[in-house]
């Protein structure tokens, strides 16, 4: 069975400045998907970056960035110029491709932003 | 964007009361699903559904069953509420495909209390 492990329970980070969550998965699978997941407090959850695993460049979407490693079965996320709206929980997710449905979450790390 | 509603964001019911949570997706996507996120467990599916009357058990479908009857609508059911119970529940949608179709969309949960 697949496992995601997100070892960081809480992080916290000053504004402006850079924090790494870190994530590590469990398959015997190929090919997948991994995901960064935001739930702000007593707010909807929200899709952060996505990282399709047959791709070897990491994916950026403006401050948010990964570091995949597929070997390592690792999958990092990282924020820069860190803002006080990037406070929340963040869950790292994996779904092996052509599942249609098993998305397997991390427990979570609890982000708080300094100012 | 997808948007994904829930009937409740707070709900306080009874022992043994019948308890009925609602999810509306509005992008005509055929999967559905249930999740009931607890502290320090994180994400856990109930039930999911890829098309209309049909469904499928996730990890903990005990206690609970669902309804769809409609595409863009997804119930989920306690037939007995116990404390047990008590907890946020997720819903959320996507569609069957590849890369990024299989992205899952939140509702913004409804708190369950079990009295």
């Known amino acids: 069975a697949q496992t995601v492990t997100q070892s960081q329970p809480e992080m916290s980070v000053q504004e402006a400045e850079t924090v790494t969550l870190s994530c590590t998965y469990d398959t015997s699978e190929s090919d997948y998907y991994l995901f960064w997941y935001k739930q702000p407090p007593s707010r909807q959850m929200i899709l952060v970056i996505r990282q399709e695993a047959y791709k070897q460049q990491n994916a950026t979407e403006n401050r948010f960035s990964v570091n995949f490693q597929k070997a390592a079965k690792s999958f990092s996320l990282k924020i820069s110029d860190s803002q006080l709206g990037d406070a929340a929980m963040y869950f790292c997710a994996y779904l092996p491709r052509g599942s249609n449905y098993k998305l397997t979450f991390g427990k979570g790390t609890l982000l708080t932003v300094n100012p | 964007d997808v948007k994904v509603t829930q009937s409740s964001r707070y709900l306080v019911k009874r022992t043994g009361e019948k308890v009925f949570l609602e999810c509306v997706q509005d992008m005509d996507h055929e999967n559905m699903f249930w999740y009931r996120q607890d502290p320090g467990l994180g994400l856990r599916l109930i039930y999911f559904s890829y098309d209309v009357k049909m469904k499928e058990k996730g990890d903990i479908p005990e206690g609970y069953s669902v309804s769809r009857e409609k595409k863009e609508r997804f119930s989920l059911i306690l037939e007995s509420a116990s404390t047990n119970q008590t907890s946020m529940y997720l819903c959320?949608?996507?569609?069957?495909?590849?890369?990024?179709?299989?992205?899952?969309?939140f509702g913004p949960g409804t708190r369950l209390l079990v009295l």
């Open positions: 959320a949608s996507s569609t069957p495909g590849t890369g990024y179709q299989e992205t899952q969309y």
